[in-house]
């Protein structure tokens, strides 16, 4: 049971154009929704989160927006540069017993920014 | 520092042989985790430390046996693999509280012959 989906395994756009990737989720106990990149054979690097009581954060070129009555959020990437060619992994999170989070991935869709 | 590393990069290793991955973070964070990281898939949990307390096992095989013996250093001891057990292991630290995200190390890519 895929709990975060990322229905788009990939996603091509034109350097300086807007790139949108999408992420669904099931579990309505989500408090946190992440967005990593992440480049082969690399761990995955932070990028942008929002929490579920907000329904935008925007940091730079990167927006996040979280509707949660459609169980939806989307990553813009304004202007895409092709350093940004890579996999994003969408993420929501769920607070367990002692404090710790645990994150459950989507299957990342791969970007290619061309120039 | 905002580091978390981890030891070996890569590691081929038989179905016979005992050896560890080892991951540090000097952040300051209480709560670390492995993960699993198969090619073109998303990272899997597999343990989660809090306190240097084991608070989640995700059923993962006794094979895999994980160690935390201060809040720095997290070990993932390794016995008996299978060749499917290949993949990126992904160690990773947080501070503990709602939604903090995940400081990743770049992985011990392992391969199992």
């Known amino acids: 049971d895929q709990q975060v989906k990322q229905n788009s395994p990939s996603l091509s756009v034109q350097e300086g154009r807007i790139s949108i990737l999408n992420c669904d989720y099931t579990?309505?106990?989500?408090?946190?929704f992440l967005w990593y990149k992440k480049y082969p054979a690399e761990g995955p690097t932070f990028l942008i989160s929002?929490?579920?009581?907000?329904d935008k954060n925007e940091d730079g070129r990167f927006t996040v927006f979280l509707n949660k009555s459609a169980k939806h959020l989307s990553l813009h990437i304004v202007p895409s540069q092709p350093g940004d060619s890579a996999v994003y992994f969408c993420?929501?999170?769920?607070?367990?017993?002692?404090?710790?989070?645990?994150?459950?991935f989507g299957k990342g869709t791969k970007l290619t920014v061309n120039p | 520092d905002t580091e978390v590393t981890q030891t070996p990069k890569h590691l081929v290793m038989g179905m016979t042989n005992k050896k560890s991955l080892k991951c540090e973070q000097h952040?300051?964070?209480?709560?670390m985790y492995w993960y699993k990281q198969k090619a073109k898939k998303p990272p899997e949990l597999m343990f989660v430390?809090?306190?240097?307390?084991?608070?989640i096992n995700e059923s993962v095989p006794s094979r895999f046996s994980p160690e935390c013996p201060n809040s720095s250093l997290l070990n993932l001891h390794l016995h008996a693999l299978q060749p499917e057990d290949s993949a990126l292991y992904l160690c990773?630290?947080?501070?503990?509280?709602?939604?903090?995200?995940?400081?990743f190390g770049s992985g011990t890519q392992l391969s199992v012959l």
């Open positions: 430390y809090s306190y240097e307390k084991l608070s």
């Open positions: 990773a630290s947080s501070q503990t509280g709602g939604g903090e995200k995940l400081f």
């Open positions: 579990n309505s106990m989500f408090d946190y």
């Open positions: 929002i929490s579920s009581i907000k």
């Open positions: 993420a929501a999170s769920v607070p367990t017993q002692g404090g710790s989070e645990k994150l459950v």
């Open positions: 952040m300051g964070h209480r709560a």
